[in-house]
């Protein structure tokens, strides 16, 4: 598929709903929301869909079933899945899979009851094997999912899905999507009912009818990107799992109904501070060929968004969200339903390597950090006022030092032996407090254990666990640094 070959910008995060991989439901995706900064843990390369790296780590690396593991607050539950796939080859050009999940924590859970619940009555029927067969009709404890992929011509990629479970209140979900590649960008339409979406808080929303249209230039190293993006949603944002209420949560502005455009263009420069000219081991791969040279980089993106909405997401959007672009440049008009908002953006990356990932202990040390300004107005107004309080030799205000202050995300990864690899992703928070001190607080790590794939060049399968949101994936990712 051609669009598999698109990564995504760094800064991509804070203003467009991207693909992010999740445990809750059987295709593994969701988005997220417009406006909210990118969860950790997501995979930024080339990513196969769900029942593609179930059929793979069934061929492959000989695992019978693929384990997922979620936790929903709004219906108290647990879910530790088994995945299985069964790929149809219709032709050169088509092929089908067939995905079943089963449901082995609820299955256990629910063996026990009724376990517990035979003995407590003397029931004389109390063995096992009726106990289970019992529990295996419910239907419940399965999910089913079909996904078709048809490779219409060598530019354009058209992909169906549907999956559903056995929960009779629980509707299924479809999509499709149609991929085509131009020489210098690609083009993505989606219609997703319901479509699912993530929040900076950790809530999955589901919308129930989502329309995008997705154009984006194939990002270089270094030189200018754009990207543009339109989406409409009809109908009212439910919590996912929630039922018919939403547990006093608030529903996030840009998933109300409406249609938004947004615009921008970027502009990136990477500069090669350090990079070994050491020889490598004679006769030896390395588990990653692009993790094999030491080196130290630097990178910085600077860039322009503007965002257009029209409908009951442009109301609702004066909420004053610090990650979104509503701190920048802003127009609304009440009578139209309509707003505009506009503003500068950026990021500065430092990366720093040891090793050449070839021998089988300690080959390799990554760090990589990542500074996030996301609004260009807000930074330049908290500026203005620490220069006009250091002219006027005044004390600077709490508020204009945190206006000051990016965001950040720290990345670390360590070889523990041969492909096999521990790294830990997390959210740096700075700030002052109440007495006017300085602190740096971590949030959302995500920790995850990788194994190279030696043989295809640059690839691994990942096992990653999120403490905040209780999840954890097994998952197949190429071409990521």
Known sequence: MGTMNKL?????????????????????????VPGHPLPLGVSRGTKLSRPKQTDFFQRFMFAPFLPSYSYSPASSSHSFNLQ?????????????????????????????????????????????????????????????????????????????????????????????VLHHEFPDHNLTLEAASPSLFLDKSGNYWDVPLSLALDLASIPSSSGASYHFCMRHIAGLPKLFEGGDENHGKTIPATLLPGITLRHAISFKKNLEIWRSEAKKLKMVQPFDIFLSTPHVSASGIIGAVMTASHGDNSVASEVDDSHSTAAGFSYRSHALKSAVHADLFSSVSFMAQHGSFQKWFLDLTRFHVRLNFPSGRKFLSGATQLAHDFVNSQQPTNKALEAICPSATISLQQQIVGPFSFRVDSGVTVGLNKQTNWYAQAHDPVFALEYALQVLGSAKAIAWYSPKQREFLVELRFFET
């Open 8 to 32: 995504r910008w760094a800064m991509d995060g804070g203003f467009w709903d991207l693909d992010i991989s999740t445990p809750v439901t059987l295709e593994g995706e969701a988005r997220a």
């Open 84 to 176: 299985r796939c069964l790929a149809i080859p219709l032709s050169q050009d088509w092929i089908a899979m067939l995905q079943g999940q089963f449901n082995l924590h609820k299955f256990v859970s629910s063996l026990r009851k009724r376990r517990t619940l035979l003995q407590s009555s003397d029931s004389q029927s109390s063995s096992l094997i009726p106990a289970i067969c019992a529990c295996l009709r419910d239907k419940s404890l399965y999910a089913l999912g079909i996904y078709s992929e048809l490779s219409l011509t060598p530019q354009d990629t058209l992909v169906l899905s549907s999956d559903a479970n056995g929960n009779d209140d629980t509707p299924p979900r479809r999509k499709a």
